[in-house]
């Protein structure tokens, strides 16, 4: 039997998820000049507060789901860092 899981969406994690991509981009323009990836990081963040205003993410809700996406960028980090291709470069 195939047993099926998931975690159901909810707006607090499209928020999180939003904020979290523009971070990324704010802190990476690769792609991007600086300028540019900040102007990009402002639309993202926009995108983000819309919808929160349309979904009306209650505030508790929303900070947990911050505090758990933070720590699971954290851990996902320290993952890649740790990852054995890496070590040879922490000497």
Known sequence: MTEKRSIANSPAQ???FLETLAAIVEKSPVAYS???AADLAAHIRGMAEAVNAEAHV????LTTTRQYAALDWHNEAVAVLFAAEHRTTFH
């Open 58 to 61: 209650n505030p508790g809700e």
């Open 34 to 36: 600086v300028e540019s």
């Open 14 to 16: 499209a928020v999180v």
